[in-house]
């Protein structure tokens, strides 16, 4: 891991805000340049990766982001907004339900991940099929089990709408809405979500300390778990088949459904365990309903198969004791701070 952070910036950091450009002059034609916004990257996090190189962050570009995220004329419904399936009290995963709704009442086929640390995702979804995070709200827009709309559509609503055009306007220079300006502010949106605040992370930075329980879950987790779920991320990105039997429903093949080799039959994209006590259920189909049930899968219900992962595929013996210490551990990865941050909150 390799980066140099300043001084300036880590003060900046610790102050728990976005860092703004004090310079927002006025171009020739008079309009006033966007104010530029920093993604913030915990003093424990590598370098992310750079996902606004042609979208420049800026205050304007975050807030029509944050507009759109939680306006559901986004959907053909106009109820179905991004926020419908992705809560901030669940980490901006969906709360309590395997599926998530969609529009008329019809349910989506994969449980909806938390978003949170996507500047540092090179790849997204279960089955990483979307390799750019501006890209990725097309899936559930034009899905016709999710917002089932088109983008033609969409574009017109907001070039419709008065307060839109005056955003777009402050975000890009003119109110023309467009497709492109409407997935860079999506994506500066979700992009700025970064959870890097959790107990875990004040332990990691010597501000607090682990209970007993904790300590000892977070020394079985480091043995027994991070090589998959590697800190700081808690996730090494990679595609794993754990040994879940198919649902026989979805006949969900995970990743060979992208790559179309057999050899990733049932792999599916390793899942961050940060704020894992507030994304119930779990799995990439919501099969598990507590943290306990996804340990007794690997202590106990491994099936073989020629794609399990060699780690898992013998299962991991975790006594009862080690799995009560092991969920003490997991509940320190809870980021309260981002779960109540009022800056990705739905706009008044």
């Avoid at 395997?98 to 090179?122: C, E, L, V």
């Avoid at 969409?154 to 777009?168: E, Q």
């Amino acid at each position: 891991m390799r980066r140099f952070i300043t001084i300036w910036f880590l003060v900046m950091l610790a102050a728990g805000s976005f860092i703004i450009d004090s310079c927002n002059k006025n171009d020739k034609s008079g309009i006033q340049s966007p104010s530029i916004l920093h993604i913030e990257v915990p003093a424990n996090f590598p370098a992310p990766n750079d996902l606004f190189k042609d979208n420049p962050l800026t205050t304007e570009g975050f807030a029509l982001g944050r507009k759109l995220f939680y306006d559901g004329r986004l959907a053909k419904d106009g109820i179905a907004s991004c926020a419908s399936c992705h809560q901030q009290f669940a980490a901006f995963s969906t709360f309590d339900h395997a599926f998530s709704h969609g529009i008329d009442n019809q349910f989506t086929t994969r449980n909806a991940p938390g978003i949170f640390n996507m500047a540092w995702h090179k790849e997204l979804h279960w089955d990483g099929g979307i390799n750019h995070l501006e890209v990725q709200p097309l899936a559930p827009l034009t899905a016709p089990n999710e917002m089932g709309e088109t983008v033609e559509n969409v574009i017109k609503k907001l070039n419709s709408d008065t307060r839109y055009r005056d955003m777009f306007k402050a975000a890009f220079g003119d109110e023309n809405a467009t497709s492109q300006r409407m997935l860079k502010a999506l994506a500066q949106f979700m992009g700025m979500m970064v959870s890097g605040n959790s107990k875990y992370d004040q332990v990691m930075l010597g501000k607090t300390t682990f209970t007993l329980a904790e300590q000892s879950g977070y020394t079985i987790f480091k043995a027994k778990c991070g090589t998959c779920h590697k800190e700081p991320l808690f996730t090494d990105l990679s595609y794993r088949n754990t040994g879940m039997p198919i649902n026989t429903g979805l006949k969900d093949l995970g990743r060979m459904r992208i790559t179309r080799l057999s050899e990733d039959s049932l792999k599916f994209k390793v899942p961050s365990l940060r704020n894992v006590q507030v994304t119930a259920p779990y799995g990439h189909d919501g099969r598990f309903f507590s943290i306990g049930a996804v340990i007794d899968h690997y202590r106990l219900f491994v099936q073989d198969g020629p794609t399990v992962d060699p780690l898992v595929k013998k299962k991991i013996s975790i006594s009862l004791n080690e799995k009560a210490d092991l969920v003490q551990f997991l509940n320190t990865l809870t980021d309260t701070a981002f779960i109540k941050d009022k800056r990705f909150s739905q706009p008044e």
